[in-house]
Structures are given as structure tokens and as C-alpha cells.
């Protein structure tokens, strides 16, 4: 890294406020040598474990996404800029960002790159437009307007076969993202709304998780992944290992089962919680650099999490491939604490750290309220100690005091009682990602008929 000019402070762009961007810059805010610049696309920092919770009504999406410019407003050595980032050029030492149709382009002397990843449709990205994924608030708002809307929808249906499609739940992917959404939506129809319809049974509804591994939760192995199992099928979810998904549209799915045969299945509602894709950037920065990309797009980064020929760029979180490290929150937040000691250390003519080793703190997701499963070390137990487990360990990471109060006094609600108190739903959400989409198509026609 070369030393900056004297009177000129260290510059320091750091892009995305998810885990490693916030994290990495807040581990820098006793640097008086130092202008950070976070550049992201949404204003606020996503706790994006909790997604299925602002879905199925527990949390509102500020508990969980609380915001940036808040969360910074003290740190006098950072400013945030909200856009999209589209281009780096490593070799001019430059991000360009765009918000709208206004490009900002900002100089940095170390970069810190903490994009994340999005959701991986396997090549059939048409499938998006049918079975949402769980990566943004968008998302989530979304899958609530369509969960909430299918039971009005059965509600209203004029034939049997109508009301089951309605009533049908798809989920697809059995990782802790899925085994989470199908157990509460099966909680939701068997708890909240048992009462609240008179033409239907909410208990009836047909929630199925689907995956095209043999197991739940292979990360988890195959103890925890069999007890998690073993409580869905409890809850009366229908769960279908070894059944890959061969097609979505707008009433349905099909599927390949272990035996080679084909299923079809009627649903209104699909949710896709199966792989992930990291950001664009990752190639972006491959292609300058000579780095290698995996085939989820991963960055193949040096063990200090640098690019190859550029240590002055540090990659880290869902972008990096390096020793086969989860796509979990603890790596960007160890990694952009590392990174920023790093940075740190160049600055004080202080000897590098080395390589970056990840401390595993363990796994852990729930499957219904007061049942969940945890790996820390090596211990393995599932049940209610992990559900209480799971509970601390999620508020502690949760940003802000009046956000841990007010997530506590829904989970109260909902796990306590039968209540949701987020339950709102609209034709906004619903239906606001295809206009958007058109708009950005440039079909203006299309997004009036469409409203």
C-alpha cells in the first residue's frame, strides 16, 4: 500500500452495509487519518437471517433493517453515498456508483468490497418472476403480500380445486432459509389464522418443502438435519428430499423425483430459498485482476482476503472462495474486522496479521417456535435450548437497543400467543417488482396498463 500525501487523509471505500460492510467500517471509527466512504444500494443495513420473519408478519422491516446514515451518524470519519455499484477500476483506483441517472465516482487508497450475494436460480432466472427469492426487504414484502393474499384468495375461491391451489405452499430449498419459511408459514396457517375465516380451514393448507439433496440441513449433518425433519413432518409439512425442480409458472411447479419421474404440483405460492449467486462485482474484479471465480461466482482471494497483484483490495463475506468458508454472517464480520486491522496496521508501519483464519462460532436455525437446531463446535443438540440459544444469540446481533426491544416484544406475541403483528399486506407488494421492472425495460405503456 502506498502512504498517502502528507496532509491528505487515508481514503477508504467501502462497498455494501450489509455484515462486512458496516461491521469493517465501524471497526475503523477511531481513525483520525482515515475518510471512509460506504457505497450501497439500499439505505439501510439488512439482518438478512431474519428475512422470513417481516414474510410470514412477526417483525415490521425496520427491526430488521434498520437505517445506515443512524447507524453511522457518530462516526465522523465515515459518510454514506446510497447508488449501485457499476464499475471498478482497480488500476485508476476508482468506484463508480449510480443512483438514477447520476454516476458519483469516488477515488479510494484501500477498498474494502463486501457486496454479498443474491439468489441463484441455476440458470432458469425466468423462475424468479414466479417463486420470489429471500436475499432483500423487496423480498420479503413481496412473499408476505403473496402468503397473506393466498388465503383471501381461498377464501374467495368458487371451486375445491381453486382453494387447494390457493392454499398450497411451495417452498424450495430445505437449508435453514427454507426449513425456517415452511415451518412458520405451517405455524401461521395452524396458529394465527385458525380462527379468522369462515369459508376455509386455514389448517388445511398443504405446506411442502422441496430439495434436490437427500437430506435437511446437510450443513448440519445428518443428526440435526433427521430432528429437523422430524418436527416439520410434526407440523404437517410435506417434505420431499431428492426432487429436483424442473419448471415454474404462475399456478404451479414441476419437479423430477428420485426415481426419475416427473411431478406436478398446483400452487400459488412458490418461494425459492435454494442457492446463491455472489454479486457481479466478484467477476468484475477476477477479470482485472487475474483472480479465479468459482462457479457461484466467487472470488478466489489471497489468505489475507486481497486480490492477487492488488493488496490494496480486500474482499470478504459471500464474494470470497477461500478454504471452503460458509456464506454466513460471522465470515464478512471476521473478515472486515480482520481487513480493517489490516489496513490498520499498514498505516502504523506495523507488521502484516498474515493469513485470515475464521473462528467458527457455530450454526444454528429454528424450525418452529421453541424448537430449533445448533451446531457450536462440536456440540450438537436441537429442542428448546437451542430455540433459546438461537433467541440471544440473533437479538445480540440485531443494531440498536430500540430494535432488540421491539423484536422482543413481537417474538412475545407470535411465540407466546397466536398474534402477528405485521400482517399488512398490499397490492403494493405484490405487484411494485414487475413495474419496476418494466420501467427499467423502458415499457412505459406496459407499467400503465399494468396499474
Known sequence: ?????????????VIGSGFGGLFGTQALRKRDDVEITLVARTAQHLFQPLLYQVATGILSE????PSTREILARQKN???????????DLEARTVTSRLLDRDTVTEYDSLLVSAGAGQSYFGNDHF?????GMKS?????????????AFELAELARTDEEARRALTFVVVGAGPTGVEMAGQI??????TLKHDFRRIDPTQAHVLLLDAADTVLPSFGERLGGAARRRLTEMGVDVRTGSMVTDVDETGLTYRDGDGGTVRLEALTKIWAAGVQASPLGRQLAEQSGAETDRAGRVQVLPDLTLPGHPEVFVVGDMIALDDLPGVAQVAIQG??????????RLDGEPSQGEFHYRDKGSMATVSRFSAVASVGRLRFHGFLAWVLWLGVHLVYIIGFKNRVTTLLHWAVSFLGRGRAERVATEQQVFARRAIEQASRGVPDELKESG
Request: no cysteine; net charge neutral.
Open 186 to 191: 405451517a405455524e401461521l396457517a395452524g396458529r
Open 137 to 149: 426487504v423487496d423480498d420479503a414484502l413481496e412473499l408476505r403480500g403473496r402468503i397473506f393474499g
Open 62 to 65: 425496520g427491526e430488521i433493517a
Open 1 to 13: 500500500m502506498t502512504s498517502t500525501s502528507i496532509g491528505r487523509k487515508h481514503r477508504i471505500v
Open 128 to 132: 424468479a418472476e414466479h417463486a420470489p
Open 336 to 345: 472486515a474486522r480482520f481487513a480493517a486491522r489490516e489496513i490498520e496496521s
Open 78 to 88: 465515515a459518510r454514506v453515498i446510497l447508488g449501485e455499484v457499476t464499475g471498478i
